[in-house]
C-alpha cells in the first residue's frame, strides 16, 4: 500500500470540556495493563491561568504519550479505544484524521493530535 | 467470546468504586477471575462511560491485602495481633458475644455503624432490627450527610427533589418530554467526586454541552466555577444568607410564579402577631382542629378555613370560590372573646427575605452585591432552572434553615417538578428497602415499641419524624456516660471512624478502647478494625448479588464471582439476622430481594433479566408535574406530601419542634466573626472535604494505579498567604488549631482565597504497615474538628469551615515514608 493510501489516524481532543476525572488514564493502564509508576498513553495535566481580564481558569488537557498505541487491537475488532469510551465527559474522538476534521466543534477551542 | 473470555453484566454499588452506584458495566471474566472491566454502552446511566476508580477494580479485587478470612483479636485493642478463624467460629463468637449483651444489658446496648450510606443501610438495619436494637448509626458527627437535606425537604416539601437530566425517561435527553435546563446553579459539588448523592456527575457536563449555563457557588476555583457564567466564591458558613440574597432579588423583582405560589404554598396562612405563631382552626372555632389552618377570604371578606383533610377550604360560601388574601394586616376573633392581629405566611416570608439585601449578603459572604442580583435574576428568568448541591449544605449547623431558603428558590421559581427542573425523586417503583427519610421500607422493626430507646429520638424533632438512626453526637456521650442506658458493644461496618467519619478521632480512638465487644466487616484491614474482637471480610460489587432502587433506575446487582471466603455484606448479615431472630421472615435473602423489587410487578429473577426497569408513565415514582395530577399523596388529590398538603414557606413541623420556621442565616460556630478571639491565634477558615477523582474517601489509598494519581495528602494554599507563612509548593506543613494538628503537603495555587485552605480528607497509609493505627492521626483533618457542634434539630456539623493556621514544621515534627509511598504506587 503507498503512503497515499494508508488512512492517517488521530484523536480530537474537546479539551474545554475535559472534567480532569483521570479515567482516560487508568482506562489505558487497565487495557494495556501498564504498571502504576510508568508511563501509560495518556496524561491529564491541570493548568490554572490568570486570563488578562483577572479571570482565573482551569484547563484540564489530557496529553497522549509515546504509549499510546490507539489501541490498534481494539479498533481491528471493531471497538473504540479503551479511553475514548470511557471518557466521562465524552470528549476524546478517534478517527481517521480526514474525518475528524469535520467534527471540529465551531466555538470551541480543540486539539486534533496526530502521530507523527 | 475469545479466549474463553465471558463477559457479565451487572451495576455498581459501593465496594469497588466505593461510590453510590448505578453505573451498568460489562465484567470480563477468565477462570473464574476480573480480567477486565468496561462500562456498558446499552445501559442508560452511564452510556458505556466508567469512571477512574471502576477502572482499577482488577487492582482491587485480587489486592494482596484484601481481607479473605474471619480473623479474631488475640493481642490488645488497637495492637495488629489477629489469627484466621473459620465463618463457623466467628459466627458462633458474635452470636454468643451478642447473645449475651441482649440477655445482660438489653438490645439497644448494641449500636450498628455504618459510614456513608451505600449498599449498606438495608442489611445493617435488617440485622439490627433482627437483634431488637434501633439503633443504626451513620457515624458522622450531626449525621451530616444526605439525611439532613433529605429529612429538611421532607419537612417543607414532602418529598425530596433531585436535578433532572431525564434519567426518568427512556432515551434520556432525546425523550421529547425532556427540556435542558437554560441554567443550572451548582452549589458547593465539583465534578472531579465523579457521582454525588446517587446521580452521575457527568450528566452536568451533558447538560452543558447541550447549553445549559452554569451559576457556581463555591469558595473555591472548581472545574465549574471557571466554566461559569457566574461564579459566587462564598465564605464558608454563610450559604443561608446567599439563598435569602437570591430570594430577596426574586421577591423584589416580582420574577416569582405566581401560579405556583397561589395554588400550591401556605403563602395566604394568617399568622398571630401575638405569637408569631400560625393561627389555627381550634383558635377561631370552638371544637375546631389543631391541624386546619386559616386564612383571610377577600370574596367573603371574612375567614375562611384551610382543611387539611379535605385539602380544600370550608368556607360559608362555596368552596372553590375562596380568594384567599397573600397580604395585609387582619383582626380576627379567636376564642375567649379575643381579637388577634394577623398577617399572612408571605407577608412574614417576604419580611424575613427583606433584610438579606444584596448589601447586606454582600458583607456576610463575601459576593459582591451585583453578582448577588445578576445569577438570582438569570436563574429566576431561566425556564426551566435547576439546582444541584453537595454535601456542604448539610455541613454546617443551621443546615435546615439553609436547605429551606434553597428550596423556596426552585419553589418559587416554578421549577418544581418540571422538565429540566427540581424534580421529585422516589424509589423506582417506590421499591424501598429499608427506612429513609420520607420512605417506608421492607425491613423494619418488628414493633414500633422497640424504637422507643433509639438515642436521640426524643431529643430532635427530625428523629422522631423522618429518620431512623440514632443521632451520632449523642451515642458518644451516652457511650462515655453510661445513661440512659449502657452502650456495650459496637456493629462496625464499612465504616473508619478513626480515619474518616470520626470528627474528633482521638474521642474515637477512646469510644473505640471502653466497648466490650466489636465486629468489623470490611475489606481490607484499617485502623478502626484494629479495634474490633472479630472481623469479617466482605465483597466488592462483583462478588455480590442485589437490588439497587436508589431513584432511578431499578437495577439488580449480579454475583460474577467469587474471591476466597470473602462474603458479601447482605450475606453475613442475613446469617446473623437467622441466628438472633427466631422469627426472622425471610427463608433465603433473594425472597427479601424478591419482596424489596414486587411493587415493579417482578421478582429477582425477572428484573435480572431485563437488568434494569424504568417507572412507567402515570407511576408516582416518575416525573413530572405530579402535585397537579394528584400523584403525589395517597388520597390521589392534588397537593405535596408535607402535614398540610402544600410547599410549606413556614415550616409547620417546626414549629411543633419550637424551632424557627421560616429561613434564616446563622453565624456558624468557629468563623471569625463568630470567634474573632479564636481567630486572633487561628487566622485561617479551614475547610475540608474536597473530592478527589481517585479515591472515595478514605478507600483506595492502597490502589496503585489510583494512589499514584493523587499520592499525598494535599492542602491548598494561596500564593499570599504562603508566601506571608513562608510555605514553598510542595513542602511538608503543619495545618493546626485548639484540637490537634496535622501535616499535609503544600499545593500553593490561586484556586483557594487569601483567606481560606482546603485540607484533603479521609487520608490514612495502607503502606505503614509497621504501625498498627497505619498513621491515621498523621494526615487527618478531623483531629482539627470538634464533635457535638450539631444544629438545634440535631443535624448539621462545621465540616467546611473551622479556623487553623499554618506553619512550617519544627525540625522532627515530620516523618514521611516516601520510600513506602511509592512501593504503594507500584505493582
Ligand atoms: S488510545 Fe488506547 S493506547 Fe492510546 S491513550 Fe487511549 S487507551 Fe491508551
Ligand atoms: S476521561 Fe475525558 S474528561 Fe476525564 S480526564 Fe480523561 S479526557 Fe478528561
Ligand atoms: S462513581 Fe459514578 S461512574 Fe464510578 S462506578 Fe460509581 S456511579 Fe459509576
Same mark, same amino acid.
Given at each position: 500500500m503507498s503512503e497515499l493510501e494508508t488512512p492517517q489516524y488521530g484523536m480530537l481532543i474537546d479539551y474545554e470540556y475535559c472534567t480532569g476525572c483521570q479515567t482516560c488514564v487508568v482506562a489505558c493502564k487497565q487495557e494495556h495493563k501498564h504498571s502504576a509508576g510508568k508511563l501509560g498513553g495518556v496524561e491529564v495535566q491541570e493548568l490554572i491561568h490568570k486570563l488578562?481580564?483577572?479571570?482565573l481558569y482551569i484547563t484540564n488537557m489530557p496529553f497522549f504519550t509515546e504509549m499510546c498505541v490507539f489501541c490498534v487491537k481494539r479498533v481491528k475488532e471493531g471497538l473504540e479505544p479503551a479511553c475514548v469510551k470511557h471518557c466521562m465527559a465524552n470528549i476524546l474522538t478517534f478517527g481517521e484524521i480526514d474525518d475528524l476534521k469535520k467534527e471540529i466543534p465551531e466555538k470551541r477551542k480543540s486539539i486534533l493530535w496526530i502521530k507523527g | 467470546m475469545s479466549n474463553n473470555i465471558?463477559i457479565?453484566? !451487572? &451495576?455498581t454499588?459501593?465496594?469497588?468504586p466505593?461510590?453510590?452506584?448505578?453505573c451498568g458495566v460489562e465484567a470480563h471474566i477468565k477462570?473464574?477471575k476480573l480480567v477486565k472491566i468496561e462500562g456498558d454502552p446499552d445501559h442508560?446511566w452511564n452510556q458505556g462511560r466508567l469512571c477512574a476508580r471502576a477502572l482499577a477494580m482488577t487492582q482491587y479485587i485480587d489486592?494482596?491485602?484484601? =481481607?479473605?478470612?474471619?480473623?479474631?483479636?488475640?493481642?490488645?485493642?488497637?495492637?495488629?495481633?489477629?489469627?484466621? +478463624?473459620?465463618?463457623?467460629?466467628?459466627?458462633?463468637?458474635?452470636?454468643?458475644?451478642?447473645?449475651?449483651?441482649?440477655?445482660?444489658?438489653?438490645?439497644?446496648?448494641?449500636?450498628?455503624?455504618?459510614?456513608?450510606?451505600?449498599?449498606?443501610?438495608?442489611?445493617?438495619?435488617? =440485622?439490627?432490627?433482627?437483634?431488637?436494637?434501633?439503633?443504626? *448509626?451513620?457515624?458522622?458527627?450531626?449525621?451530616?450527610?444526605?439525611?439532613?437535606?433529605?429529612?429538611?425537604?421532607?419537612?417543607?416539601?414532602?418529598?425530596?427533589?433531585?436535578?433532572?437530566?431525564?434519567?426518568? $425517561?427512556?432515551?434520556?435527553y432525546?425523550?421529547?418530554?425532556?427540556?435542558?435546563?437554560?441554567?443550572?446553579?451548582?452549589?458547593?459539588?465539583n465534578i472531579p467526586a465523579t457521582c454525588?448523592?446517587?446521580?452521575f456527575g457527568h450528566w452536568i457536563i451533558d447538560l452543558m454541552k447541550k447549553g445549559?449555563?452554569?451559576?457556581?457557588?463555591?469558595?473555591?476555583l472548581s472545574w465549574f466555577?471557571s466554566r461559569?457564567?457566574?461564579?459566587?466564591?462564598?465564605?464558608?458558613?454563610?450559604?443561608?444568607?446567599?439563598? *435569602?440574597?437570591?430570594?430577596?432579588?426574586?421577591?423584589?423583582?416580582?420574577?416569582?410564579?405566581?401560579?405556583? $405560589?397561589?395554588?400550591?404554598?401556605?403563602?395566604?396562612?394568617?399568622?398571630?402577631?401575638?405569637?408569631?405563631?400560625?393561627?389555627?382552626?381550634?383558635?377561631?372555632?370552638?371544637?375546631?382542629?389543631?391541624?386546619?389552618?386559616?386564612?383571610?377570604?377577600?370574596?367573603?371578606?371574612?375567614?375562611?378555613?384551610?382543611?387539611? !383533610?379535605?385539602?380544600?377550604?370550608?368556607?360559608?360560601?362555596?368552596?372553590?370560590?375562596?380568594?384567599?388574601?397573600?397580604?395585609?394586616?387582619?383582626?380576627?376573633?379567636?376564642?375567649?372573646?379575643?381579637?388577634?392581629?394577623?398577617?399572612?405566611?408571605?407577608?412574614?416570608?417576604?419580611?424575613?427575605?427583606?433584610?438579606?439585601?444584596?448589601?447586606?449578603?454582600?458583607?456576610?459572604?463575601?459576593?459582591?452585591?451585583?453578582?448577588?442580583?445578576?445569577?438570582?435574576?438569570?436563574?429566576?428568568?431561566?425556564?426551566?432552572?435547576?439546582?444541584?448541591?453537595?454535601?456542604?449544605?448539610?455541613?454546617?449547623?443551621?443546615?435546615?434553615?439553609?436547605?429551606?431558603?434553597?428550596?423556596?428558590?426552585?419553589?418559587?421559581?416554578?421549577?418544581?417538578?418540571?422538565?429540566?427542573?427540581?424534580?421529585?425523586?422516589?424509589?423506582?417503583?417506590?421499591?424501598?428497602?429499608?427506612?429513609?427519610?420520607?420512605?417506608?421500607?421492607?425491613?423494619?422493626?418488628?414493633?414500633?415499641?422497640?424504637?422507643?430507646?433509639?438515642?436521640?429520638?426524643?431529643?430532635?424533632?427530625?428523629?422522631?419524624?423522618?429518620?431512623?438512626?440514632?443521632?451520632?453526637?449523642?451515642? +458518644?456521650?451516652?457511650?462515655?456516660?453510661?445513661?440512659?442506658?449502657?452502650?456495650?458493644?459496637?456493629?462496625?461496618?464499612?465504616?473508619?471512624?478513626?480515619?474518616? +467519619?470520626? =470528627?474528633?478521632?482521638?474521642?474515637?480512638?477512646?469510644?473505640?478502647?471502653?466497648?466490650?465487644?466489636?465486629?468489623?466487616?470490611?475489606?481490607?484491614?484499617?485502623?478502626?478494625?484494629?479495634?474490633?474482637? +472479630?472481623?469479617?471480610?466482605?465483597?466488592?460489587?462483583?462478588?455480590?448479588?442485589?437490588?439497587?432502587?436508589?431513584?432511578?433506575?431499578?437495577?439488580?446487582?449480579?454475583?460474577?464471582?467469587?474471591?476466597?471466603?470473602?462474603?458479601?455484606?447482605?450475606?453475613?448479615?442475613?446469617?446473623?439476622?437467622?441466628?438472633?431472630?427466631?422469627?426472622?421472615?425471610?427463608?433465603?435473602?433473594?425472597?427479601?430481594?424478591?419482596?424489596?423489587?414486587?411493587?415493579?410487578?417482578?421478582?429477582?429473577?425477572?428484573?435480572?433479566?431485563?437488568?434494569?426497569?424504568?417507572?412507567?408513565?402515570?407511576?408516582?415514582?416518575?416525573?413530572?408535574?405530579?402535585?397537579?395530577?394528584?400523584? $403525589?399523596?395517597?388520597?390521589?388529590?392534588?397537593?405535596?406530601?408535607?402535614? &398540610?398538603?402544600?410547599?410549606?414557606?413556614?415550616?409547620?413541623?417546626?414549629?411543633?419542634?419550637?424551632?424557627?420556621?421560616?429561613?434564616?442565616?446563622?453565624?456558624?460556630?468557629? &468563623?471569625?466573626?463568630?470567634?474573632?478571639?479564636?481567630?486572633?491565634?487561628?487566622?485561617?477558615?479551614?475547610?475540608?472535604?474536597?473530592r478527589s477523582p481517585v479515591f472515595?474517601?478514605?478507600?483506595h489509598?492502597?490502589i496503585p494505579w489510583l494512589r499514584e494519581l493523587d499520592p499525598d495528602?494535599v492542602?491548598?494554599?494561596?500564593?499570599? !498567604?504562603?508566601?506571608?507563612?513562608?510555605?514553598?509548593h510542595g513542602?511538608?506543613?503543619?495545618?493546626?488549631?485548639?484540637?490537634?494538628?496535622?501535616?499535609?503537603?503544600?499545593k500553593?495555587t490561586?484556586i483557594?482565597?487569601?483567606?481560606?485552605?482546603?485540607?484533603?480528607?479521609?487520608?490514612?497509609?495502607?503502606?505503614?504497615?509497621?504501625?498498627?493505627?497505619?498513621?491515621?492521626?498523621?494526615?487527618?483533618?478531623? *483531629?482539627?474538628?470538634?464533635?457535638?457542634?450539631?444544629?438545634?434539630?440535631?443535624?448539621?456539623?462545621?465540616?467546611?469551615?473551622?479556623?487553623?493556621?499554618?506553619?512550617?514544621?519544627?525540625?522532627?515534627?515530620?516523618?514521611?515514608?516516601?520510600?513506602?509511598r511509592i512501593n504503594q504506587c507500584q505493582n
Amino acid at each position: 500500500m503507498s503512503e497515499l493510501e494508508t488512512p492517517q489516524y488521530g484523536m480530537l481532543i474537546d479539551y474545554e470540556y475535559c472534567t480532569g476525572c483521570q479515567t482516560c488514564v487508568v482506562a489505558c493502564k487497565q487495557e494495556h495493563k501498564h504498571s502504576a509508576g510508568k508511563l501509560g498513553g495518556v496524561e491529564v495535566q491541570e493548568l490554572i491561568h490568570k486570563l488578562p481580564n483577572g479571570k482565573l481558569y482551569i484547563t484540564n488537557m489530557p496529553f497522549f504519550t509515546e504509549m499510546c498505541v490507539f489501541c490498534v487491537k481494539r479498533v481491528k475488532e471493531g471497538l473504540e479505544p479503551a479511553c475514548v469510551k470511557h471518557c466521562m465527559a465524552n470528549i476524546l474522538t478517534f478517527g481517521e484524521i480526514d474525518d475528524l476534521k469535520k467534527e471540529i466543534p465551531e466555538k470551541r477551542k480543540s486539539i486534533l493530535w496526530i502521530k507523527g | 467470546m475469545s479466549n474463553n473470555i465471558e463477559i457479565v453484566k !451487572t &451495576t455498581t454499588w459501593s465496594a469497588g468504586p466505593g461510590c453510590h452506584g448505578g453505573c451498568g458495566v460489562e465484567a470480563h471474566i477468565k477462570n473464574g477471575k476480573l480480567v477486565k472491566i468496561e462500562g456498558d454502552p446499552d445501559h442508560p446511566w452511564n452510556q458505556g462511560r466508567l469512571c477512574a476508580r471502576a477502572l482499577a477494580m482488577t487492582q482491587y479485587i485480587d489486592h494482596k491485602d484484601r =481481607l479473605k478470612k474471619p480473623l479474631k483479636r488475640v493481642g490488645k485493642r488497637g495492637e495488629d495481633k489477629f489469627e484466621e +478463624i473459620s465463618w463457623d467460629e466467628a459466627f458462633d463468637i458474635i452470636e454468643e458475644k451478642m447473645n449475651k449483651i441482649r440477655e445482660d444489658f438489653g438490645p439497644e446496648s448494641m449500636i450498628f455503624s455504618m459510614g456513608t450510606g451505600r449498599d449498606i443501610g438495608p442489611w445493617i438495619c435488617m =440485622l439490627a432490627y433482627a437483634y431488637g436494637s434501633p439503633n443504626v *448509626m451513620f457515624a458522622l458527627s450531626g449525621n451530616a450527610c444526605y439525611s439532613p437535606r433529605i429529612a429538611a425537604l421532607d419537612t417543607i416539601q414532602g418529598d425530596y427533589s433531585v436535578f433532572d437530566a431525564a434519567q426518568w $425517561l427512556p432515551g434520556r435527553y432525546d425523550n421529547p418530554e425532556y427540556k435542558v435546563p437554560e441554567c443550572m446553579i451548582i452549589w458547593g459539588y465539583n465534578i472531579p467526586a465523579t457521582c454525588p448523592d446517587n446521580l452521575f456527575g457527568h450528566w452536568i457536563i451533558d447538560l452543558m454541552k447541550k447549553g445549559t449555563k452554569i451559576i457556581c457557588i463555591d469558595p473555591r476555583l472548581s472545574w465549574f466555577a471557571s466554566r461559569s457564567k457566574y461564579w459566587l466564591q462564598i465564605r464558608p458558613g454563610t450559604d443561608a444568607a446567599l439563598a *435569602m440574597g437570591f430570594l430577596h432579588v426574586i421577591i423584589e423583582e416580582k420574577l416569582y410564579d405566581h401560579n405556583f $405560589l397561589k395554588k400550591f404554598t401556605d403563602g395566604p396562612r394568617l399568622l398571630r402577631e401575638d405569637n408569631g405563631k400560625l393561627l389555627r382552626e381550634s383558635h377561631v372555632v370552638k371544637g375546631g382542629s389543631v391541624e386546619n389552618f386559616v386564612v383571610f377570604d377577600k370574596t367573603s371578606n371574612t375567614i375562611a378555613i384551610w382543611d387539611t !383533610t379535605l385539602q380544600e377550604y370550608k368556607s360559608k360560601i362555596k368552596s372553590g370560590k375562596t380568594n384567599p388574601a397573600f397580604s395585609g394586616q387582619f383582626e380576627v376573633d379567636v376564642l375567649g372573646g379575643k381579637k388577634v392581629q394577623c398577617t399572612t405566611v408571605w407577608d412574614k416570608f417576604c419580611e424575613n427575605a427583606k433584610q438579606y439585601s444584596p448589601e447586606e449578603v454582600e458583607k456576610i459572604t463575601f459576593v459582591p452585591a451585583d453578582n448577588i442580583i445578576k445569577a438570582a435574576r438569570f436563574y429566576a428568568k431561566s425556564k426551566p432552572a435547576s439546582i444541584h448541591w453537595g454535601v456542604p449544605i448539610d455541613m454546617t449547623p443551621e443546615i435546615t434553615p439553609l436547605c429551606h431558603a434553597i428550596a423556596a428558590l426552585w419553589a418559587l421559581t416554578g421549577n418544581l417538578d418540571v422538565p429540566g427542573g427540581n424534580v421529585f425523586t422516589r424509589s423506582a417503583f417506590n421499591a424501598v428497602a429499608y427506612a429513609l427519610p420520607g420512605a417506608e421500607g421492607v425491613i423494619k422493626l418488628k414493633d414500633q415499641d422497640q424504637d422507643k430507646t433509639r438515642i436521640g429520638r426524643d431529643k430532635y424533632g427530625p428523629f422522631n419524624k423522618f429518620i431512623w438512626r440514632c443521632q451520632t453526637d449523642t451515642v +458518644i456521650d451516652q457511650i462515655f456516660s453510661g445513661k440512659p442506658y449502657p452502650v456495650k458493644g459496637l456493629w462496625m461496618q464499612t465504616c473508619n471512624p478513626l480515619s474518616g +467519619i470520626g =470528627l474528633d478521632p482521638k474521642l474515637w480512638q477512646k469510644v473505640l478502647g471502653k466497648l466490650e465487644f466489636i465486629v468489623g466487616v470490611d475489606l481490607f484491614m484499617t485502623p478502626s478494625l484494629r479495634y474490633a474482637d +472479630i472481623i469479617l471480610p466482605a465483597s466488592t460489587f462483583l462478588e455480590k448479588d442485589g437490588v439497587r432502587s436508589w431513584w432511578v433506575p431499578l437495577q439488580t446487582i449480579n454475583k460474577v464471582l467469587k474471591v476466597d471466603d470473602c462474603r458479601p455484606d447482605a450475606e453475613i448479615n442475613f446469617e446473623l439476622a437467622k441466628r438472633f431472630d427466631p422469627d426472622f421472615k425471610w427463608e433465603k435473602l433473594h425472597d427479601l430481594f424478591d419482596d424489596i423489587i414486587e411493587p415493579s410487578g417482578m421478582n429477582f429473577k425477572e428484573l435480572q433479566e431485563k437488568g434494569w426497569a424504568l417507572p412507567p408513565e402515570g407511576h408516582p415514582s416518575r416525573p413530572y408535574h405530579r402535585h397537579e395530577k394528584g400523584l $403525589l399523596r395517597s388520597d390521589g388529590k392534588p397537593g405535596l406530601t408535607t402535614p &398540610t398538603g402544600k410547599f410549606e414557606l413556614y415550616a409547620t413541623l417546626r414549629e411543633e419542634w419550637n424551632l424557627e420556621p421560616l429561613p434564616y442565616h446563622k453565624e456558624p460556630p468557629f &468563623t471569625p466573626i463568630s470567634r474573632p478571639d479564636l481567630a486572633k491565634d487561628y487566622p485561617l477558615i479551614l475547610s475540608t472535604g474536597r473530592r478527589s477523582p481517585v479515591f472515595f474517601h478514605t478507600e483506595h489509598r492502597n490502589i496503585p494505579w489510583l494512589r499514584e494519581l493523587d499520592p499525598d495528602p494535599v492542602v491548598e494554599i494561596n500564593p499570599d !498567604t504562603a508566601k506571608e507563612n513562608n510555605i514553598l509548593h510542595g513542602e511538608w506543613i503543619i495545618v493546626e488549631n485548639w484540637m490537634g494538628k496535622a501535616q499535609f503537603k503544600a499545593k500553593v495555587t490561586e484556586i483557594v482565597p487569601p483567606w481560606m485552605v482546603m485540607a484533603a480528607h479521609g487520608w490514612w497509609f495502607p503502606e505503614e504497615k509497621d504501625d498498627p493505627l497505619f498513621k491515621t492521626f498523621k494526615s487527618n483533618i478531623n *483531629m482539627l474538628i470538634p464533635m457535638n457542634n450539631q444544629g438545634k434539630d440535631g443535624l448539621g456539623a462545621p465540616i467546611k469551615h473551622l479556623l487553623c493556621r499554618i506553619r512550617k514544621p519544627l525540625s522532627n515534627e515530620i516523618v514521611h515514608n516516601e520510600e513506602e509511598r511509592i512501593n504503594q504506587c507500584q505493582n
